[in-house]
């Protein structure tokens, strides 16, 4: 899988947006972009993934540059409740059944009240 | 409720045992997985299973064993021969053809 690189921290205030950057510059052409986050000592979830089409849903977005070398996933109002580690992951799905998730140490992202 | 359950939450153990953490998902799920995490750092995969009866190594999978004899069951031994078994270890599934893997609450190990 492709590396990705990240912010290690940001701080974002209560109620703005949060912009979270991710560099995957050596993606290859069938390998996804998923976002997931982790609240302190729970489980991951998901949040969005994307192939090259920008994506949204009832929890962000997903900007995904035109070369797919970069991706933002932008929390649209974020509020205290979204402090949490988020990871940027590139994943070749092979349409096998599963795949393998390789998780940096992503951006902890503090939301200020 | 549907989901992934991992039991115990906390689990203390001496050095030179092997303890098997438990992982079960009531979501009909084909493929389950384990991941190890270290403080500060991400998630590292253990093994993962696609369907009964079928597993495969991942990235760290020395001093680690699994089995998968029942579709909702993944149990995960940590072996004495694990250098650092001390971690939070997490399970996952995912159902065929999905992008996203469901993850249960996790289980802090902590060998002395």
């Known amino acids: 899988d492709a590396k990705t690189t990240q912010p290690t921290s940001m701080d974002c205030a209560e109620g703005r947006a949060a912009n979270l950057p991710c560099n995957h510059s050596?993606?290859?052409?069938?390998?996804?972009v998923y976002w997931y986050r982790q609240i302190h000592s729970q489980g991951p979830q998901y949040i969005i993934h994307g192939l090259k089409n920008n994506e949204t849903n009832e929890m962000a977005s997903l900007i995904i540059t035109e070369d797919r070398k970069s991706s933002t996933l932008i929390l649209p109002h974020a509020t205290l409740r979204d402090t949490a580690v988020y990871y940027c992951?590139?994943?070749?799905?092979?349409?096998?059944?599963?795949?393998?998730?390789?998780f940096g140490k992503g951006t902890k992202l503090s939301v200020i009240p | 409720d549907g989901g992934i359950t991992q039991s115990p939450k906390y689990l203390f153990r001496k050095e030179g045992q092997n303890v098997t953490l438990s992982c079960e998902q009531n979501?009909?799920?084909?493929?389950m997985y384990w991941y190890r995490q270290d403080p500060g750092q991400g998630l590292r995969l253990i093994y993962y299973?696609?369907?009964?009866?079928?597993?495969q190594k991942g990235d760290i999978a020395e001093g680690y064993s699994v089995s998968r004899e029942k579709k909702e069951s993944f149990p995960l031994t940590v072996t004495s021969a694990q250098k650092n078994p001390t971690a939070f270890y997490l399970c996952?599934?995912?159902?065929?053809?999905?992008?996203?893997?469901?993850f249960g609450p996790g289980t802090r190990l902590t060998v002395t």
């Open positions: 050596t993606i290859s052409g069938n390998e996804y």
């Open positions: 299973s696609q369907i009964v009866n079928d597993f």
């Open positions: 996952a599934s995912s159902p065929r053809g999905a992008y996203e893997q469901y």
């Open positions: 992951i590139v994943v070749a799905y092979s349409g096998a059944g599963s795949y393998q998730l390789t």
């Open positions: 979501l009909n799920h084909d493929a």
